[in-house]
């Protein structure tokens, strides 16, 4: 919500810093996203031009003898409008418009003691302003000189941008914020409303093709003074719609069902339609805006409403209340927040507005001690200081304290629990009163952290991080042959449609980025969700070679028992002869291995492998090793060799040694190729004791 | 030569043969010695000098053996010293983790080493679980389609980890416990310098009987000053999640100025009663925290399209990490 600084200091009487207002608005839950100033003006003053004459030197320069308050200067100016007796604005000497500073200068013989400003050169957008104000310089009927014009015009205002919480959306407005505030610095709650009324002597002009081009400060203006809609209901929407001008929002129709209540309250500044008035301040709508047409969606008409002056409206039958016609179910949009609207706490069937005056909803929660004092660690915290003082700061914001109960102001909606009222409370106690505690802890569950990501770091594997969602024209590369690809049905805005099915389907667009960048000797790893909804270890590498990887990955799961089967049949994804399958218990996990150059055309090696889901996620590590007494004599040296094809794989030959009795360990010795064939010499340790019939099978 | 002034010349094994054979030989001091023995007159005179001979023999076996170690040593370091290897051969640092793991970890060390117990679950979660037992109702805005990223009318990405808070609370209802869970979570959100549709949270909860706002103030502190490695100074702000009340945004003071860096607050009621807890005592505090958020903050990262992108020469840059 957009706010106006001077604004909210004329409707709390404050007389506080920008700084304080917005140190108020934080700690009251209101986040201040930004201040802006409007523009960075500093001397200027209200002159009376007494004396006109051209510069005989000059064709285009008009010589103005002006009265100020404190003396009379001489000021030219190439303005065309201006005449004697006409009342102007001047940067005199020593004036600032953001880092110019202005001086006494001689134009074509003639000593110029400053200068005259046009409504630009105040701050107003050009696009804002009727064409009789956009050309020469800003003429006024009447000013008293002895005002500051940037005080007089609030020029020196701010543009106060803030967040209001989703269940306080009746703050977005001054009345509720303005209450805010007053309780905040402990004053007394308004009692009767000072609308501003602008000073301006014009009434700005908007079209809705000019709405997108202009700024906050632009729409601050909008909100403060008087402004024509040139195009009527679009633009009114668009402003509304942007969430520009301190007093509009505009609520979509469809969210609102007769059904349900609603509040009323506030709305001041004067807006017209279609060139009519609409609502001034103070006053009843006029009765041109009464809702006419006859379509389905509801039209509230903006119309001026005092907190004081609430109004109890009917639409049942279209029918509208004792205070004025505005209200049908049958006409065209809601414009809010110039009148706002919550959401009241009880559903009616009729659509209403409901004045504090008129009703208070007999509503109220508990004020529950224990919770209080538990909850700040302060012992009859009601009955401190402080705590006597937020009660205060409380029933100023119209909270009724009787005994244990609290009926909060009927616009309170977010008000239903002792919880609640907790929150309400120390809003406005303080959180930064509160002396922070260690807590006791139950520990419930101890779980071994995963090491998985620091040994891949330590083998030298960087660490990627990449997206789990792909368009599903990259959503190509499947070699575990997931089926069915996970598709979102909501829109995704970043295009980004379905689960990938491997990862390497979105890590492949870092990869790429870095290879393109002449960086192309390195191992990564990623760990991520995949379309099985399972987690998936990828490893990509143009530094290890296959036996590495494949040892690698072994170590890596030291208590799985891996099965790598080589990939033989014709894979659209792999390269059979440079891959393998890993299987755990029969069941495909994983590969290691080259992808096909259709899809990757680099020279790395990968590694996919699914890791454990989270159904048993909330046990503690448990433990199968058991001791067993094991030899200490020395162990003994076995060599085997086999002759084997150029491409047979020695894999069968070393299972069938492993599992023999007594080996231990086998490790490959020797390859000698020759005339496309290959001997394999392979050592392997045996136990003690197990020569004898180690020797009868292999040599 | 006398075989006492040969020793000096041994210098391998041979020539420590012919020593021997030198020190033994017919012609040589121990020799003569051997054929004065033979030829000697009387039983005294043959006993003297067999002592004699005795003596130079273990006189000269002792050298023997001081020179054969000597000829030992010396042929290891004569190896030793041709073996040759370029050990200045430079290293390329290669392994690391990824800046998001390190703050992840970081988060991690502080939460279990204070007894809290990490809890994953998939990323793919059920409406109820992401929102329903989080005291979100239908007509939430996040509920919308177009926010949260659905598969079909009850499965979507999870929007946050506060659903793995709601799964500990009815695992372990009706008990008190300290529980986090890290991980990604998903918006339908277009990627720009602030803003991705998959991004990481770390969500931390806790469940006690007498759990308290105070507690909560000072585990962020603690917490955030343990991750950020700096002492923090805390602004809280009153704000409003479905899932706690009182709700908390949280600023720290960090070179010269106020950021927003995470949402907390009691856990509601209606939240505790959903996951099945009976006894009214029980109260919680729960917190999330945007880990790229932290990332940015702690490392100063302007963009967060960088921790995607995965260029090696901003990766590189959190080599130093403790992993």
């Not at chain 1, 205070?323 to 049958?330: D, N, W, Y």
């Not at chain 2, 925290?289 to 302007?302: C, F, L, P």
Request: charged share 25%; glycine share 4%.
């Amino acid at each position: 919500m957009l706010l106006s600084f001077r604004e909210l200091l004329r409707q709390t009487q404050l007389n506080e810093n920008i700084n304080s207002i917005v140190n108020a608005f934080n700690s009251l839950g209101f986040e201040v996203e930004s201040v802006s100033p409007f523009v960075v003006l500093e001397g200027l003053k209200f002159g009376r031009v007494t004396k006109t004459y051209k510069n005989p030197n000059a064709d285009n320069l008009t010589v103005c003898e002006v009265a100020f308050f404190d003396k009379v200067r001489v000021i030219q100016t190439a303005a065309k409008n201006v005449k004697e007796k006409d009342y102007v604005v001047a940067f005199v000497e020593g004036a600032k418009k953001g880092d110019t500073v202005f001086g006494v200068k001689k134009f074509k013989g003639i000593v110029s003691e400053g200068m005259l400003a046009s409504w630009q050169e105040l701050g107003f957008n050009s696009k804002l302003l009727p064409p009789k104000f956009q050309e020469g310089v800003a003429i006024l009927e009447k000013a008293d000189l002895s005002l500051d014009p940037i005080k007089y015009f609030e020029l020196d205002d701010y543009l106060i941008e803030i967040s209001v919480l989703t269940n306080r959306t009746e703050a977005n407005s001054y009345f509720v914020l303005v209450e805010e505030l007053k309780a905040f610095f402990k004053l007394h709650p308004t009692t009767s409303t000072n609308f501003s009324t602008s000073r301006l002597p014009i009434v700005f002009e908007i079209a809705a093709q000019d709405l997108e081009s202009l700024s906050k400060k632009d729409m601050l203006f909008v909100a403060k003074h008087n402004l024509v809609a040139k195009n009527s209901k679009e633009v009114l929407m668009g402003l509304l719609a942007l969430n520009y001008g301190a007093w509009s929002q505009l609520y979509d129709p469809k969210h609102f069902q007769t059904t349900e209540s609603f509040e009323v309250y506030n709305a001041q500044t004067t807006l017209f339609l279609d060139g009519k008035t609409v609502l001034r301040s103070g006053s009843k709508p006029e009765p041109e805006f009464l809702p006419t047409s006859s379509t389905q969606i509801i039209r509230l008409a903006i119309f001026p409403i005092q907190k004081d002056v609430f109004r109890k409206i009917r639409d049942e039958e279209g029918e509208v209340s004792n205070t004025g016609g505005i209200l049908s179910k049958q006409t065209g949009f809601i414009f809010l927040d110039v009148v706002e609207f919550i959401k009241a706490r009880f559903n009616t069937a009729v659509l209403r507005v409901i004045t504090t005056q008129a009703e208070h909803f007999n509503s109220s929660v508990e004020v529950n001690t224990n919770l209080l004092e538990q909850y700040t660690n302060v012992k009859n915290i009601l009955t401190t200081e402080r705590g006597q003082d937020t009660l205060g700061q409380i029933k100023r914001l119209g909270f009724k304290v009787e005994g244990e109960k609290v009926f909060p102001p009927s616009y309170r909606s977010n008000i239903n629990s002792s919880e609640e009222f907790v929150e309400e409370f120390v809003r406005f106690f303080g959180y930064s009163n509160l002396e922070p505690e260690p807590p006791k802890i139950t520990n419930v569950l101890v779980k071994a952290q995963s090491k998985l990501k620091a040994k891949l770091s330590a083998l030298g594997y960087q660490e990627f991080l990449s997206f789990t969602l792909v368009r599903p024209e990259n959503n190509t590369f499947n070699p575990l042959n997931i089926s069915e690809a996970e598709t979102l049905i909501t829109q995704a805005a970043s295009g980004r449609q379905e689960v990938r099915k491997s990862v390497f389907n979105t890590l492949v667009e870092s990869l790429n980025h870095n290879i393109k960048r002449k960086f192309t000797r390195f191992s990564v790893f990623d760990i991520g969700l995949i379309a099985t909804e399972k987690q998936s270890l990828f490893l990509a590498t143009s530094l290890y070679e296959f036996q590495e990887l494949k040892q690698q990955v072994v170590s890596l799961f030291p208590n799985k028992q891996f099965e790598f089967i080589t990939v033989t049949e014709s894979n659209e994804f792999l390269i059979p002869s440079l891959s393998v399958w890993i299987k755990e218990e029969g069941k495909v996990i994983g590969w290691i291995g080259s992808i096909h150059p259709f899809y990757f055309e680099h020279d790395f090696l990968f590694c996919e492998l699914l890791l454990k889901d989270f159904k048993d996620d909330v046990t503690a590590p448990t433990s199968s090793v058991v001791y067993k007494p094991y030899s200490k004599q020395s162990l003994k040296h076995r060599s085997v060799t086999f002759e084997l094809q150029q491409k047979e794989s020695v894999k069968e030959y070393v299972d069938s040694l492993q599992k023999h009795a007594g080996v231990f360990q086998v490790f490959l010795k020797d390859v000698y190729e020759n005339h496309g064939r290959k001997k394999v010499t392979l050592d392997v340790l045996l136990e003690e004791g197990f020569e004898e019939a180690f020797d009868e099978k292999y040599n | 030569m006398n075989w006492r002034k040969k020793a000096d010349e041994v210098q391998s094994l041979e020539d420590l043969k012919q020593l021997k054979n030198s020190f033994y030989a017919k012609d040589s001091e121990f020799g003569r010695l051997k054929r004065q023995i033979a030829h000697a007159s009387s039983l005294e005179e043959k006993r003297a000098l067999g002592q004699q001979a005795n003596k130079l023999r273990e006189e000269a076996e002792d050298l023997f053996r001081t020179l054969a170690a000597r000829v030992h040593n010396n042929s290891l370091l004569s190896k030793a010293s041709q073996r040759w290897y370029d050990v200045g051969f430079p290293i390329n640092r290669t392994g690391g983790l990824h800046p998001i793991s390190i703050i992840k970890n970081r988060f991690r060390d502080w939460l279990t080493q204070n007894g809290y117990f990490e809890l994953s679950s998939s990323e793919i979660v059920s409406d109820e679980y992401n929102f329903s037992r989080l005291n979100m109702g239908p007509e939430h805005p996040a509920r919308n389609m177009h926010d949260s990223l659905y598969f079909d009318a009850n499965r979507l990405l999870r929007t946050h980890n506060t659903c793995c808070s709601a799964l500990a609370l009815t695992m372990f209802k009706n008990k008190e416990f300290g529980q986090f869970s890290i991980g990604k979570v998903y918006r339908n959100d277009t990627e720009d310098q602030t803003h991705s549709h998959q991004f990481q949270q770390v969500d931390i909860l806790l469940v006690s009987k007498d759990a308290s706002l105070v507690h909560l103030i000072w585990t962020l502190k603690s917490l955030l000053s343990y991750v950020l490695e700096e002492e923090v100074q805390l602004r809280l702000r009153p704000s409003f999640f479905p899932f706690t009340t009182p709700s908390l945004e949280v600023d720290i003071f960090l070179r010269g100025k106020w950021i927003e860096i995470l949402g907390s607050g009691m856990v509601h009621p209606e939240v505790l009663r959903l996951a099945g807890y009976t006894d009214t005592s029980y109260k919680g505090f729960a917190a999330g925290i945007g880990i790229e958020r932290v990332a940015m903050v702690k490392y100063q990262v302007s963009d967060l399209r960088d921790f995607f992108l995965n260029d090696f020469r901003f990766l590189k840059q959190f080599s130093k990490e403790e992993v």
